[in-house]
């Protein structure tokens, strides 16, 4: 409550609920700056503190390299996979024409 405040003479007024309110108000308002305070010390030290170290990047830059590998090897998997399927995928359609002359060819006699 401020000195010149003329809401309320004094803490100890007639009504102990309006002293009690003035003071969780207080109570309240100290804590808001506190935290306030607070979060902005926070927000200070990790403007300061949060540029990356080179070892950091380092650090990134390796398990980056691990990942893009990994990749690699996935991919090369995939080819190899997708290869393996042409070639089943070529052996069904020549049995499949094989079949079809073979049924003509016995259809025809």
């Known amino acids: 409550m ?3 405040d003329t809401r309320f003479k004094t803490e100890t007024s007639n009504t102990p609920k309006m002293a009690e309110h003035l003071h969780l108000e207080d109570d309240i308002m100290r804590n808001s700056l506190k935290t306030t305070a ?3 010390m926070l927000v200070a030290l990790t403007g300061l503190t949060g540029c990356a170290t080179t070892r ?3 650090t990134l830059k390796l398990a980056v390299e691990k990942a893009q590998s990994t990749a690699d ?3 090369a998997a995939a080819a190899n996979a997708q290869g393996g399927a042409d070639a089943a995928q070529a052996c069904c359609n ?3 024409e094989k079949m079809d002359r073979m049924f003509k060819q016995s259809m025809n006699k």
């Open 94 to 96: 020549a049995n499949t």
């Open 38 to 40: 607070a979060a902005f």
């Open 56 to 58: 950091d990047l380092d």
């Open 2 to 4: 401020l000195k010149g």
């Open 73 to 75: 090897a996935a991919a």
